[in-house]
C-alpha cells in the first residue's frame, strides 16, 4: 500500500465507527478501490469474489451499467426534491411495481430510508391502527427468538433478547412478548409441537398484542436458521384467529434471495404488513418500503390524526428509486429464478457435504443463502485476512461463516467460495478454542 492509503486507513482506525466494531481495539478495515461484477477490488490490489453481496443487497452485480445509466439519468433530472406535497414519476412506478409483484392485498406504500426505519414504520401503523380503533391497550408486540429487525430502539425491542443484549437496554427498551425460535427446519417432517407456546402467547395476551412480527422462513441475522413453511402458516392462521396485525419483515428475503419472489410465498400466505429493504435497489442506495393493506391504511386515515404519523425528509429519494426501478426490471426481465435455483444446487451439492467436517455443526442452503454452523466461534482478526488472502469477501459471526452472493454468481466463483471455507476449516487460527476461554 501506498502512503496515502496507509494515512486514509489510519485516520478511519481513529475516528470512524464501523458496524458493530470497537473504536479502542477496532479490527482491521479493508480499503476498497472499486467493485465490479460480483468482485470488490481492494486498494492494496486483492480482487475478491464477494460472498456477501453487501449484507444480502447486491442482486445483479456491482457497477452494473444499467444501474448505473438509471442513476446518472436520474441525477440529471432531479436528485431530491421534499415528498410533502411533491411526487415524481420514479417513486410513483416503484410502488406500481412493489404493488404489482407483492401478496395482493398489500395495496399502499410508504417508503423511507433504511430497514430498520422500514420496521419502526411497520410497528407505528400497528399502533396507530389500533388506536384508532379505539383499542389503544393493544400497545405490545409478539415475536419469537433469534429474530433480527433492525437497530434502532423499536426494532432492537424485537431483536432477540440475547444477541439484541435487551438486559443491557432493559431501562431504555420496551417490554414485548417472545415465544421460542421455530425449530422444525425446513426440509425436515412438520412437528406440529412447535407452535404450541407461540399459541398459548396469542391465546393469553392477544387484547394486549397490536401485532406479530417475523422474518418469514430465514431468520438471518439472529443466526440464519431457516424454519418449516408450515411454521409461518400456523403463524398467519394465529393472527387471524386472535386479530393481531401480521407483520412480514422480508427486508433480507424479499425479492428471490430464497428461491421465492418473497419468502411469504413458501407458505402461501400474505402478510397484513411487509417490509422490504436491503435488495430493494440492487445494493446502490439505501431505500426501505413498508407496504400495507388498504384496510389498514383507511382505518390510520380515518383516525384522530387523520394521517400516518410519519414523513423522513429523503422520503421517496428519486435517485434511489430511480435505481431500484432499474433493478426490479432487471430482476424481472431477467432470469433471477434459474439463477437462484444454479446458486442453490451448487450450494446443496458443495457445501452442505461440509456437515462432515470435524469443525462443523450444521450446513444448510436455501435459495442463494448457504450456512456453515461450525463448533467454535470464529477468530475474526485471523479468519477475515485468511478469507482476503484466499481471494474471497466472506465476514463470517460467531459460529457462522455463511454466503448470500450476487444472483449473477458462477459455479467457478462459488467454487472459489467455498474452496476458501473449507481452507480455513481446517486451520486452528482461523477459531477461538473454547477451553481457553471461561
Ligand atoms: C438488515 C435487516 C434489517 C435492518 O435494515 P437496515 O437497513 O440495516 O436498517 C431489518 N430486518 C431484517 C430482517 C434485516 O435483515
Not at 6 to 22: K, R
Not at 108 to 130: N, P
Not at 160 to 183: I, N, R
Not at 403 to 431: G, H, R
Request: glycine content about 6%.
Amino acid at each position: 500500500m501506498n502512503n496515502k492509503q496507509t494515512d486514509l486507513l489510519s485516520f478511519d482506525q481513529q475516528h470512524v465507527w464501523h458496524p458493530y466494531t470497537s473504536m479502542s481495539e477496532p479490527l482491521p478495515s479493508y480499503l476498497v478501490e472499486s467493485a465490479e461484477g460480483v468482485y470488490i477490488n481492494l486498494a492494496s490490489g486483492e480482487k475478491l469474489v464477494d460472498g456477501m453481496a453487501s449484507w444480502w443487497s447486491v442482486l445483479h452485480g456491482y457497477n452494473h451499467p444499467k444501474l448505473n445509466a438509471a442513476l446518472i439519468e436520474q441525477s440529471q433530472k432531479v436528485s431530491h426534491v421534499m415528498f410533502g406535497g411533491l411526487t415524481h414519476e420514479p417513486a410513483i412506478n416503484l410502488c406500481k411495481t412493489l404493488i404489482e409483484i407483492s401478496p395482493a392485498p398489500l395495496q399502499k406504500v410508504f417508503l423511507s430510508d433504511s430497514g430498520s426505519v422500514a420496521v419502526e414504520v411497520a410497528i407505528k401503523m400497528a399502533f396507530q391502527y389500533w388506536i384508532s380503533k379505539g383499542k389503544a391497550h393493544k400497545n405490545k408486540l409478539l415475536t419469537v427468538k433469534n429474530g433480527y429487525h433492525g437497530d434502532t430502539f423499536a426494532t432492537m425491542a424485537v431483536c432477540d433478547p440475547v444477541t439484541g443484549m435487551h438486559h443491557m437496554f432493559e431501562q431504555v427498551l420496551s417490554k414485548h412478548y417472545f415465544a421460542p425460535a421455530p425449530q422444525t427446519k425446513i426440509d425436515q417432517p412438520w412437528q406440529v409441537g412447535d407452535i404450541v407456546e407461540l399459541e398459548q402467547l396469542f391465546s393469553s395476551r392477544h387484547q394486549n398484542i397490536a401485532a406479530f412480527i417475523i422474518e418469514p422462513i430465514v431468520q438471518g441475522t439472529g443466526g440464519m436458521r431457516m424454519y418449516h413453511p408450515e411454521y409461518l402458516k400456523a403463524c398467519r392462521a394465529l393472527c387471524t384467529k386472535y386479530d393481531v396485525l401480521f407483520i412480514a419483515d422480508e427486508i433480507a428475503t424479499g425479492l428471490g434471495r430464497t428461491g421465492k419472489m418473497f419468502a411469504c410465498e413458501w407458505a402461501d400466505i400474505s402478510p397484513d404488513i411487509m417490509c422490504l429493504g436491503k435488495t430493494l435497489t440492487g445494493g446502490y442506495i439505501t431505500l426501505a418500503a413498508t407496504l400495507c393493506t388498504a384496510d389498514i391504511a383507511e382505518v390510520i386515515s380515518k383516525g384522530e390524526a387523520g394521517c400516518f404519523m410519519h414523513g423522513p425528509t429523503f422520503m421517496g429519494n428519486p435517485l434511489a428509486c430511480a435505481v431500484a426501478n432499474a433493478s426490479l426490471l432487471l430482476l424481472l426481465e431477467g432470469n433471477w429464478q434459474q439463477q437462484v435455483n444454479a446458486i442453490e444446487l451448487y450450494l446443496s451439492t458443495n457445501l452442505l457435504p461440509l456437515s462432515q467436517h470435524q469443525r462443523v455443526h450444521d450446513t444448510r442452503v436455501l435459495g442463494s443463502i448457504g450456512v456453515v454452523e461450525t463448533t467454535q466461534n470464529v477468530n475474526m482478526a485471523n479468519i477475515q485476512k485468511r478469507f482476503v488472502e484466499l481471494g474471497v469477501w466472506i465476514r463470517p459471526f460467531g459460529k457462522l461463516i455463511y454466503i448470500m452472493p450476487p444472483y449473477v454468481t458462477t459455479n467457478d466463483q462459488l467454487s472459489i467460495l467455498i474452496a476458501a471455507i473449507i481452507t480455513v476449516l481446517d486451520e486452528d487460527e482461523c477459531f477461538i478454542d473454547d477451553c481457553f476461554i471461561d
